[in-house]
């Protein structure tokens, strides 16, 4: 299979992440090493659609490599949903002359690569880059290092202010559907209580808590809560409810935002993102196609990608448990 990919295209789709400009090095440079031409496409799926791409040489991809975002650009193409986009996609791809793809994305990016694949013969291969770490057959994605420690430096932040103060702070973290950010930066910030997607704690319990802290002499209290917890309130709402119920508590809220998104890649993120590019290359020079790369035990790894986005990959529900032992 070697002498039948010549040219690989790429691109980033979904929510950029940093380590992503990484990521696009490592491929442009592995295509570069085994001496096989490399395009970028702009704007995800919707550059593929329109044939908007970019040569990316060895010398394309300097100095990006600790560059937060993405130098291509990034989308959730809704034309690339219709089976007319896709159509129109395959015919560009045919044009420019590409014969194997990497896709850099989240679970979205890898649903879009599995209907083409079905659609059109052309091999390609996932790279997992969300900061939601939201994907099996990987223990980590491709920016989700960097986007913990930026959480994780907002909320030292708050605390001070919080404890400054003496108030209760609501601080929510990106993701709708995971609740690794919120989770591990949670422990990581020593949160009081941490209100994640994947578990409904109750408000019952979060007034208890809450209740308990005032009554230990803390004198500031943050919670963290995911976009997508699954109490049903969101965070604005969540604050108003506990100083309904605990007047002697001041709240405030804190969306941090897409903030979370960007930054220079944690050096974690850099190496995943170096290591995942060359086995993406790699692996379509070897003939696989329809699979995705991961890091499994400090070991790059390859699965199904319908495998990778059949199912959820769970939290760690034993941090659930340490929060809860030491936010007493
Ligand atoms: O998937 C990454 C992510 O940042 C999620 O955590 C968040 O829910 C979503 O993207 C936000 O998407 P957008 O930038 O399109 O509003």
């Given at each position: 299979m070697r002498e039948t990919i010549k040219k690989i295209g790429v691109l980033t789709s979904g929510g950029d992440a940093p380590g992503m400009n990484a990521a696009l090095r490592a491929v442009a440079r592995a295509c570069s090493y085994y001496d096989v031409e490399c395009v970028g496409f702009y704007r995800g799926y919707q550059g593929m659609i329109e044939g908007d791409y970019m040569k990316l040489d060895a010398r394309s991809v300097k100095n990006i490599i600790g560059k937060g975002g993405t130098i291509l650009k990034s989308a959730r193409s809704t034309e690339f949903r219709t089976e007319e986009g896709r159509q129109k996609a395959y015919e560009s791809l045919v044009k420019a002359e590409v014969d194997g793809l990497i896709l850099i994305g989240g679970d979205g990016t890898f649903n879009g690569g599995v209907v083409f694949g079905k659609e059109h013969k052309i091999p390609f291969i996932g790279i997992p880059g969300t900061i939601d770490n939201d994907i099996v057959g990987t223990n980590f994605t491709?920016?989700?290092?960097?986007?913990?420690?930026?959480?994780?430096?907002?909320?030292?932040?708050?605390?001070?202010?919080?404890?400054?103060?003496?108030r209760l702070f609501f601080v929510e973290v990106m993701g709708r559907d995971a609740g690794f950010i919120a989770l591990n930066a949670g422990v990581g910030a020593g949160a009081e209580e941490i209100l994640i997607p994947e578990e409904d704690l109750g408000l019952g319990r979060l007034l208890e808590s809450l209740r308990k802290s005032k009554a230990r002499g803390k004198s500031s209290s943050i919670v963290i809560v995911s976009e997508g917890d699954k109490i049903g309130k969101n965070v604005f709402e969540l604050a108003e409810y506990v100083t309904q119920n605990l007047p002697n508590y001041e709240a405030r809220v804190s969306v941090l935002g897409h903030m979370q998104r960007g930054g220079s890649p944690s050096c974690f993120d850099r190496v995943l993102a170096s290591r995942f590019g060359v086995k993406a290359v790699e692996s379509l020079l070897d003939g696989k196609t329809d699979m995705m790369v991961g890091i499994i035990n400090n070991e790059i790894v390859l699965t199904s990608i319908e495998e990778a986005i059949k199912t959820t990959h769970d939290i760690n529900r034993e941090l659930l448990r340490i929060s809860d032992i030491l936010s007493v």
């Open positions: 491709i920016g989700y290092d960097t986007a913990l420690n930026t959480v994780v430096d907002a909320i030292d932040k708050i605390r001070d202010t919080a404890s400054s103060h003496n």
